[in-house]
């Protein structure tokens, strides 16, 4: 199995910063893309930013110019850079990657458990 695990949530005033980190674990062969996903109360969840292993990266038209994904192949771990956060920024952040663990032929998508960011004054 392969899992992930997020941190770097909170509280935090708007025009603040947050990173948010995502490891992933287990019998990890390789990582396609990973990213970030957001889900606010009453809306459908919602990619935030993906990054392939090469470097290459896409944002969500919202939060271009204000957030930064980047990874770290050798840990298998991606973070999220947020500056600027508005109020709507405030969502459950889920970590997302596309991988491929032992035994298998194919890579599946796995999920984090989830952080909190709320940006409120």
């Known amino acids: 199995q392969v899992q992930l695990v997020e941190s770097g949530g909170g509280l935090v005033q708007p025009g603040g910063s947050l990173r948010l980190s995502c490891a992933a674990s287990?019998?990890?062969?390789?990582?396609?893309?990973m990213g970030w996903y957001r889900q606010a109360p009453g809306k459908e969840r919602e990619l935030v930013a993906v990054?392939?292993?090469?470097?290459?990266?896409n944002y969500a038209d919202s939060v271009k110019g204000r957030f930064t994904i980047s990874r770290d192949n050798a840990k298998n771990t991606v973070y999220l850079q947020m500056n600027g956060l508005k109020p709507e920024d405030t969502a459950v952040y889920y970590c997302n990657a596309n991988a491929r663990r032992a035994g298998t032929y194919r890579a599946y998508d796995y999920w984090g458990q989830g952080t909190q960011v709320t940006v409120s004054s």
């Open positions: 287990g019998s990890i062969v390789s990582i396609n893309a």
């Open positions: 990054i392939q292993s090469a470097g290459s990266t």
